[in-house]
Structure formats: C-alpha cells, structure tokens
C-alpha cells in the first residue's frame, strides 16, 4: 500500500470507466480539489477501493459521480462539502470529525433514462452487499443519507435513526418540525425501503435536532 503523510495532493481529475484507484493511505493530507467521476456506466466500474484517509481535509470541492467505493476507510476529514452522486458503497467506514456529507442521486444534466439506469444499477448492487457504511463512531457537521439503503448501514442507534419508507408516506409532514419534516419527506422519495438520519453531532443545533429526530421516533416514524 503506497503511503502518503502531510502532504498537499494536487488537483487532479480521473473520468471515465473502468478504472480502479486502490491501495493507498493518506494521513494529514490536503486535496486541492478534483473530480472522480463518470457519467454514463450506471455499473459504477470507476472504482476506489483499500483506501485509507486519516485526519485529511479538502481545500476545494470535489466532485464524486458514479464511483464504486469498496474496504474505505475516512479517521475524520475536513470539508468545504462532500456530494456523493449516484455513488455505491461497499464496507466504507467513516470516524472521527465529519465535514459536511451528503448523498444524492445522478446529476440532474443527465437523462431521465441515465439517472433512471444509475437508480436501477445501485439498487440491484446493493442487493448483493453485506453493509455499505459503518458511520457508528462518526460525527457529522451536517449530513444527509438519503440515497443509502438505511438497513445496510452500521449505525448507533441513540444518535442515529433509521426511518421506514412507508412510514415516511404515511406521515403528516404538515405536523411535524421543520428539519424532521424535510428528512422525513426525502425518506419517503428514497428508492430504498429504509433510510438513515444522523444527528449532526457537530452542528451548532445539534441537540435541537436529535429532539425533532427523537420526536419521529416516539410517534414510530423513526427506529
């Protein structure tokens, strides 16, 4: 495994699919920003896999689409923001202090045929995946999950929440707080049957928004 400690990695791009990125550590690094992306293999063979980052940050964004990450590991980093896009996970840790995460579906510029394809693909893959996020001993600054199948992630449960798609429909949005409100409507929308909501641990409403999170859970919206 090829090692890299303090050290700022340039910008750099990578497109296309196939291609494998594997096999390397990174400690206390800077990424001056880049992209991982491709756009038109809903197989996600762009693939990063036996990756370590620990205490890294990103000066500039990056842009993540149709990556497959596979045995990656993320010991805290900071960020500007993390977007996954149409994004598969396989056995990916994240610990330690999170910048800001989220998930999300297919650039909106593709097709509805393409953003469709990549849906389907990330469906069918997940099906066959053990759990694709350990986020147990990670604290967020702001996050958002909703494009991960719930079930499949390793979670704590005091912080963490699992909400049911069909309890998510089911509920009146118009009755509950605004941010569980929002979680709660993107549960419903996900195309998998459960999703999970952090707590921003590191967030400045942090304890507001495990109450409006504890609030779904005592009304069985939330597990």
Aim: aromatic share 8%; proline share 4%; charged share 25%.
């Amino acid at each position: 495994m090829e090692k890299f400690s303090k050290q700022t990695i340039a910008y750099r791009k990578v497109i296309g699919s196939p291609q494998v990125i594997q096999d390397a550590e990174f400690e206390q690094c800077k990424f001056e920003g880049g992209a991982l992306a491709q756009y038109d293999d809903p197989t996600c063979g762009l693939i990063v896999r036996n990756v370590i980052l620990r205490r890294c940050r990103s000066g500039d964004n990056v842009v993540l689409h149709g990556v497959r990450f596979e045995n990656v590991m993320i010991d805290g980093i900071g960020n500007q923001q993390l977007q996954f896009l149409s994004c598969i996970f396989d056995r990916v840790t994240l610990r330690g202090r999170i910048g800001p995460i989220m998930t999300m579906e297919a650039h909106y510029a593709l097709s509805a045929e393409m953003r469709a394809a990549f849906r389907e693909q990330a469906i069918k893959s997940y099906a066959n995946i053990e759990w694709t996020l350990d986020i147990s001993e990670a604290e967020f600054s702001q996050v958002e999950f909703s494009y991960v199948p719930g079930h499949l992630v390793r979670r704590n449960p005091e912080t963490q929440f699992l909400i049911r798609r069909e309890a998510a429909k089911s509920a009146a949005l118009d009755s509950l707080p605004t941010y569980a409100s929002v979680i709660v409507e993107r549960a419903g929308m996900s195309p998998y049957e459960t999703t999970i909501a952090p707590v921003p641990a590191r967030s400045k409403n942090a304890d507001r928004y495990r109450a409006q999170l504890q609030e779904l859970r005592d009304r069985d919206i939330a597990e």
